[in-house]
């Protein structure tokens, strides 16, 4: 299978989409490197995070990068498929962080326009539930909304995974 440059797979949370992610870089055949964006600082996320790796399987290679994606996506190897999950933990991560969200997003996007190898982004959907009753959530709903519509026009396939079923959005799945 072949996938495009850039897929970008988007969905609530629980929805399948990573799953769905993973199932496309497998069916590429090629080697697979996963940037991980999560960080576990509790004891839900730990497993969290042991769930999502007992479900792709052992034959990743795994990047760390919670904060800086730009330089992970730089060093990628041409002959590799990469799954970037999840753009929206990064992007609470760079908030958390008091980084400036809308330069990270900026840089984000150039780096996966230069990037040499095909790449699935993961992201949630945060724009269909209720308005969130604090300050920073509702400028990480915000923050994330924009990101999300920036990915999604940059990309050449863009899924939607809903109960574990994808709908594309822009592109035709190979």
């Not at 008091?98 to 996007?109: K, N, S, W």
């Amino acid at each position: 299978m072949t996938l495009p440059n850039f897929t970008f797979v988007i969905g609530g949370a629980a929805s399948g989409k990573s799953a769905f992610a993973e199932h496309l870089c497998f069916q590429t055949k090629k080697p697979r490197t996963y940037i991980a964006t999560a960080q576990a600082f509790d004891a839900e996320m730990r497993a969290k995070i042991s769930a999502h790796q007992a479900q792709r399987g052992e034959n990743w290679r795994t990047v760390e990068a919670p904060l800086d994606l730009p330089p992970a996506l730089t060093r990628c190897q041409a002959d590799e498929v990469v799954l970037l999950d999840c753009a929206t933990l990064w992007l609470s991560n760079l908030l958390l962080a008091g980084r400036d969200v809308e330069a990270e997003g900026a840089a984000l996007l150039q780096a996966l326009a230069a990037c040499p190898v095909q790449v699935v982004v993961v992201s949630n959907e945060v724009g269909h539930g209720v308005v969130p009753d604090n300050a920073l959530s509702r400028q990480f709903r915000n923050a994330q909304g924009r990101l999300n519509q920036q990915l999604a026009a940059q990309a050449d396939l863009v899924v939607q995974v809903i109960a574990g079923l994808p709908q594309v959005l822009k592109g035709a799945l190979p």
